[in-house]
DNA sequence: GTTCTCAGTGAGAACGTTCTCACTGAAAGG
DNA sequence: CCTTTCAGTGAGAACGTTCTCACTGAGAAC
């Protein structure tokens, strides 16, 4: 492999011009002539490893998340990696498959590869790993969640206030009788307590007894739906805070042959049929009502404000939080329980 | 941060010495108690790009992908990953969005970047861009198919033997009027293959114009299935050779409400809930029969052959290929057609 | 007791860049 | 015409490791 001083020596330019030269600093245009045509003629290629040596810089980034296989996840990388790229940085990949402990170490063995920054989808309520990271001048995004006691940039959508809108425009057909499963997770949280105040601003009290918690690990969704349903004074509408619970209705609107509005109105978060080879839900009419993330754009702007915070040094920024808009579509599976 | 210079001042021990030690080689007791006393109070951690610069590893491998929305790779990503991790090495993913062009210059960047291996599913019919790699000493090893101009190590599934024993099953229970829709890459044409021979060895010619070749991007699973199922001699069943296809059945079983398998018996080549948040469609009953793929394993396979790969210098082994074994299942929906 | 072996050691070169700093010479300013 | 400026230059140090090589000294072999 040729090196730089190969360069040198067959251009007769100096290896510091010819470094500035290929870090895209000026240099005089006979210079420029002699030292393209040296790389060209030894097919010279800069060696990233002896460069960051000095500049402690590795284009590398981490993306560090609970669970590839969970399809959130790939669009958003999909897009994010492709803007990285575009601008000279490698994506490393880190599944902690659903384990706070080894997210920790997974982030702390990024860091001690030195790269440049991360996004994280975080499972640890506290921030104390991330907060390291930080300290140490490591920029982190936080994905699809906010830690409220660190100071970190995030990406996340407005989870609240769709839900809150969503519902707001159920009550305005008619529901008052709502009930909904939600998971364990900040974001069905958020999602819930768009929810309660969707019916309080609009004059319902939320009957808690009808805003059943599971753990969407170990609970069956579908049971608890069907408590819903089995209840003597079911809810008209039933809100399912996240996709693991859209599809235990799926399941339960085919096993119990519902009709949907008649038998209940259902409004789900997020997309059922996430994956281009997985979309065999969309055409089942009606489809369920839906409120939908912008995934690739979490991908997206996660690069835009990692990119901009590895250019700028550490301690001349406020922490931002990116909220995106979420697309809300209500469709024939919520009755209009009165004319509008 | 702390270099081993500190560590050497700090332990008294040559930094030659301290550096042997960290590589895991032996030193006498005494030393490795200062050294490592030294370590934990100066709280020091090698420097990967210094490391990597002498003895030119940078302990990262690459996963170029056509596209990791394909619900194909997170588990074999995820798998793979996993163990790589595990061994020390990180995992720099790379999508190339189905583009056989940029795929070429995905690799050549990583390549560049002295990744110590990497794994691809490539779309390209030439494995130039590969043996280069090869040539220059990197380790690359292919994934889902077979590049017969090419010395390199791969990792895929019987297709051929898997669909040919399934055909031969189905056929043993009275099928011979056999149709299929299957699509434009290296592992439809293998599976296709499969089913012709099955079907000559049993003494059945195969009818061309009942095995549709279709582009799964542009064209329609749902009219090809369907053109199948009105013509005059329309076929006792019908074997989709991959999940898109799959998923094509699937809508055309509910929307012309098919009775599985009294109308026609189905085969898939793949899962049709490969998603753990996805699997809506394996409760509908009869499932598809199916042959489906062992996609940790993959990954898992793919892994250990790359480490050791990556250990032995280059030419010092033959190119092998691991084809894994698949699973069939052949559930209800496939006829007996006679008593067996 | 003398030689041989060999695991363990430390000094210093090497890896291939970037960075620092002093220098050059042409253009700008007086 | 003389000073000032400043973009561009090249020599050599620096980055933090690993590698090479000559050396040590304890135990084995004779």
Redo the contacts with the bound molecule.
């Keep these: 492999?040729?090196?730089?001083?190969d360069v040198e020596k067959e251009s007769?330019?100096?290896?510091?011009?010819?470094?500035?030269?290929?870090?895209g600093?000026?240099?005089?245009e006979?210079?420029r002539v002699k030292i393209e045509k040296a790389i060209e003629k030894l097919n010279?290629?800069?060696?990233p490893?002896?460069?960051g040596?000095?500049?402690?810089k590795t284009f590398s980034v981490g993306v560090v998340l609970p669970d590839i296989t969970d399809s959130f996840f790939p669009p958003i990388i999909k897009e994010f990696e492709r803007n990285m790229t575009e601008n000279g940085y490698n994506v490393i990949l880190s599944d902690y498959g659903n384990d706070p402990q080894k997210e920790i170490r997974q982030l702390e063995l990024l860091s001690n590869k030195k790269i440049d920054g991360a996004i994280i989808a975080t499972s640890n309520s506290s921030g104390k790993h991330i907060q390291t990271c930080i300290d140490a001048g490591l920029p982190v995004i936080l994905l699809d969640r906010l830690l409220p006691d660190i100071k970190c940039d995030s990406i996340t959508v407005d989870n609240f206030n769709a839900v809150y809108d969503a519902v707001g425009r159920c009550i305005k057909l008619g529901h008052s009788n709502i009930g909904a499963v939600y998971g364990q997770y900040y974001t069905d949280n958020e999602r819930i307590n768009g929810l309660r105040k969707a019916m309080l601003d609009h004059g319902i009290k939320p009957e808690e007894n009808k805003l059943l918690k599971i753990n969407v690990q170990e609970d069956s969704p579908e049971e608890n739906l069907g408590r819903l349903l089995d209840m003597r004074d079911s809810p008209s509408l039933i809100f399912c805070s996240n996709v693991y619970i859209g599809i235990g209705a799926l399941k339960v609107r085919l096993r119990r042959n519902l009709r949907i509005p008649q038998d209940v109105s259902v409004l789900v978060f997020d997309d059922i049929a996430t994956f281009p080879n997985h979309d065999y839900v969309s055409f089942i009419k009606p489809e369920f009502s839906n409120i939908s993330q912008p995934l690739s754009e979490i991908g997206k702007y996660a690069a835009k404000l990692l990119l901009e915070r590895i250019k700028t040094p550490w301690d001349s920024y406020e922490a931002v939080n990116i909220e995106l808009k979420t697309r809300c579509n209500i469709t024939a599976s919520v009755a209009k329980l009165i004319k509008t």
Excluded: E
Excluded at 12 to 23: A, E, Y
């Design positions: 492999m040729p090196t730089i001083l007769g330019v100096s290896k510091s011009t010819i470094s500035r030269f290929l870090n600093k000026t240099v005089t006979q210079n010279y290629k800069m060696n490893i002896a460069s040596l000095k500049s402690s």
